[in-house]
């Protein structure tokens, strides 16, 4: 995750890990050494040290004895450019600094936007056969700025086979931003596209964000896993 925040995304993916490979108890059919080495494979970069800090205590206290989690500007600096993964999950961050960000040379779209430059860094930064998971503001799909088109153009030629549109709400109180679901996965040559809409995701849309019985998520699964 190349802005891990709290390092939530790569603790819930490490608890994914385990559960797939639970038989009788919490990850047994695992070994000593597997666990080991899928804990030495995910890693995390934050600008900010303080949610580095937060990040490294949040995954030492889920069991991590070395977090792999560093202070990294992914977007401004070249050191970790050459660093490749084969599973890339974000939420990063939608907010552009004021008068924009001024990145480096390598990235292959000109582009001052925080979402636009993520996307294009996850993009980049996958192996030939690598997925990604990003959640981004609706912008990157309708926007008609040339970044953003260009964008698209690279979304598509590299293994973009669904776009997940959340409800309005969904990450309240934190941001009423309305944001969709990039997947993307490039060893998949795809003829089409699959859009799919969340209209309630097991929880009210305004600030409490309390349980209600409607949740489509489990269909758009099923759905997603199907098309």
Not at 2 to 22: E, M, Q, R
Not at 65 to 94: G, K
Not at 116 to 139: Q, S, W
Not at 180 to 198: C, M, N, P, T, Y
Request: net charge neutral; proline share 6%; glycine share 8%.
């Amino acid at each position: 995750d190349p802005a891990s925040g709290t390092s939530g995304f790569l603790i819930s993916a490490f608890k994914h890990i385990v559960n797939s490979n639970s038989e009788k108890s919490s990850g047994d059919l695992l070994s000593a050494a597997e666990r080991k080495k899928i804990m030495e494979n995910i890693n995390g970069y934050d600008i900010s040290p303080d949610m580095v800090r937060i990040g490294l205590a949040n995954m030492y206290l889920h069991g991590f004895p070395e977090p792999n989690v560093v202070e990294y500007d992914a977007l401004t600096s070249e050191d970790r450019w050459n660093e490749y993964y084969d599973v890339i999950l974000a939420n990063p961050p939608f907010m552009t600094p004021k008068g924009g960000i001024r990145p480096h040379n390598k990235f292959g779209l000109k582009s001052n936007r925080a979402e636009v430059l993520f996307v294009d860094y996850i993009l980049t930064h996958l192996k030939p056969k690598g997925r990604a998971g990003i959640i981004v503001p609706e912008g990157i799909i309708f926007q008609s700025g040339k970044a953003y088109k260009e964008l698209r153009k690279k979304l598509v030629e590299n293994g973009l086979f669904a776009v997940v549109s959340l409800p309005s709400g969904v990450f309240k109180p934190y941001s009423g931003v309305t944001t969709s679901i990039l997947f993307i996965d490039k060893k998949v040559e795809r003829e089409q596209i699959g859009f799919f809409k969340i209209l309630n995701d097991g929880f009210s849309l305004g600030d409490q964000r309390l349980p209600i019985e409607k949740n489509d998520i489990p269909n758009i699964k099923n759905e997603i896993r199907t098309f």
